[in-house]
């Protein structure tokens, strides 16, 4: 029989990417979202690229009434994968309450119906954004958490203590906490990938929009960084890579019982790549130029980040497989669907 995956916030970016990534797996999927930041047709996506339609609950998770629903229209649900969550980081200093309520209520509430409803496992979308501004590169999970710079970062870092006392506390679930670095491009069939809402506030939606004329030009935020050509430094993995990452945890966490109740996995390519980079990698594998001028630092920038991967390469047996200028080819794909 196949199993039933719970797949929170699954028409959102990295949730609909998963979701095909597990029904190729062989699992029955199961999604609910409320499309505050996504849209329904991302169903006919999915559905295009698997051939099958996962099921569908609009609803909000931070209700806990609608969440006990859902399971019983859905019995059978063997695990978790928690995406829903606010994500904009300037947002949340702006509206901190709601993203206390909706990013913690949400795993609040899936924690609490696991036990009662035999629900063995719950995979969480972290961020490197815990680590603050490393003190050396690569930063592997066992670096300290630095205090949060924002509310949405704060909500990943008491997210992860959550789950921490909930497993410790005896409850018969375990989780496998997922620190994503940065996350970019689209599927490659261009049917799925990210859809900005307003003027993108992350690089690569921005870059795309801007190489297809939305945006006038796009600014650099800084080059007088301590970096080899001045500008900020990530770990741009690919959203399909990512994805795929999930569907070996969840297949551990549901097949294993030799397993720690809670693992922590950084999600990176080990490769650090600044925005100069990333803009010509963009150049040079579309041939697409990219309008770009050097502004000035944004507030709150990390200066250099990137993952030291070796933990999810040897326990998950998982490793980033894709270039950056493929990755970049797909961001691209995605952008001239959307016009
Ligand atoms: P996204 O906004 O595209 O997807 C999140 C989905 O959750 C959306 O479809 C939204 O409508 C839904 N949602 C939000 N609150 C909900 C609620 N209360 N009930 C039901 N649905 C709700 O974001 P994403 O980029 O796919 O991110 C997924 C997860 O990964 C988030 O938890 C995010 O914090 C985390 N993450 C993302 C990044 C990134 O750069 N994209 C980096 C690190 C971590
Ligand atoms: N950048 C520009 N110009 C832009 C946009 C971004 O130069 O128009 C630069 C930024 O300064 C940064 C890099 O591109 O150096 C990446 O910026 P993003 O906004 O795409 O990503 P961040 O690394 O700042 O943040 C992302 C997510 C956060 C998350 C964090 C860590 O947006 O939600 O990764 O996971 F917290």
């Keep these: 029989m196949k199993e039933k995956i719970l797949v929170t916030g699954g028409t959102g970016y990295i949730?609909?990417?998963?979701?095909?990534?597990?029904?190729?797996?062989?699992?029955?999927?199961?999604?609910?979202?409320n499309l505050s930041n996504s849209s329904r047709k991302v169903l006919d996506g999915i559905?295009?690229?698997?051939?099958?339609?996962?099921?569908?609950?609009?609803?909000?998770?931070?209700?806990?009434?609608?969440?006990?629903a859902l399971f019983?229209?859905?019995?059978?649900?063997?695990?978790?994968?928690?995406?829903?969550?606010?994500?904009?980081?300037?947002?949340?200093?702006?509206?901190?309450?709601?993203?206390?309520?909706?990013?913690?209520?949400?795993?609040?509430?899936?924690?609490?119906?696991?036990?009662?409803?035999?629900?063995?496992?719950?995979?969480?979308s972290s961020s490197c954004t815990v680590y603050g501004e490393p003190d050396r590169n690569p930063i592997?999970?066992?670096?300290?958490?630095?205090?949060?710079?924002?509310?949405?970062?704060?909500?990943?870092?008491?997210?992860?203590?959550?789950?921490?006392?909930?497993?410790?506390?005896?409850?018969?679930?375990?989780s496998i906490i997922l620190r994503y670095f940065n996350p970019v491009g689209a599927h490659p069939s261009a049917k799925i990938g990210e859809l900005p809402v307003g003027v993108p506030q992350n690089l690569v939606p921005y870059l795309t929009q801007t190489a297809a004329g939305i945006r006038k030009e796009l600014t650099v935020f800084g080059d007088d960084y301590d970096t080899p050509d001045g500008s900020c430094i990530r770990d741009y993995i690919n959203v399909v890579d990512l994805a795929k990452a999930h569907v070996i945890a969840?297949?551990?966490?549901l097949e294993r019982e030799d397993t720690e109740n809670v693992e922590i996995f950084n999600l990176g390519t080990g490769r650090g790549v600044s925005v100069l980079e990333l803009i010509e990698s963009f150049e040079r594998s579309t041939g697409v130029k990219?309008?770009?001028?050097?502004?000035?630092?944004?507030?709150?920038?990390?200066?250099?980040?990137?993952?030291?991967?070796?933990?999810?390469?040897?326990?998950?047996?998982?490793?980033a497989r894709e270039t950056l200028d493929d990755t970049m080819r797909s961001a691209w794909a995605w952008q001239q669907t959307l016009k």
């Excluded at 901190?96 to 629900?119: A, C, D, F, H, S």
């Excluded at 909500?155 to 018969?172: C, Y």
Aim: charged share 25%; aromatic share 6%.
């Design 47 to 68: 559905e295009a690229i698997t051939g099958i339609r996962p099921e569908f609950v609009e609803g909000d998770c931070t209700d806990i009434e609608t969440l006990r």
């Design 140 to 174: 592997d999970e066992t670096a300290p958490i630095k205090p949060a710079t924002s509310p949405y970062g704060n909500t990943k870092q008491i997210s992860e203590e959550i789950i921490r006392d909930f497993v410790h506390s005896g409850a018969p679930v375990k």
């Design 290 to 319: 990219v309008p770009h001028r050097i502004g000035p630092r944004r507030e709150g920038d990390i200066e250099k980040i990137w993952a030291e991967p070796r933990h999810a390469n040897e326990v998950l047996a998982w490793v």
């Design 250 to 253: 969840m297949k551990r966490m």
């Design 15 to 33: 949730g609909s990417h998963t979701t095909v990534e597990l029904q190729n797996a062989g699992y029955d999927v199961v999604i609910i979202d």
């Design 72 to 124: 019983k229209a859905h019995p059978g649900i063997k695990g978790i994968i928690n995406f829903a969550a606010s994500k904009a980081v300037g947002e949340s200093i702006e509206k901190p309450l709601l993203y206390y309520r909706n990013n913690l209520m949400t795993l609040i509430n899936l924690l609490e119906l696991m036990p009662e409803e035999g629900v063995k496992g719950i995979v969480f």
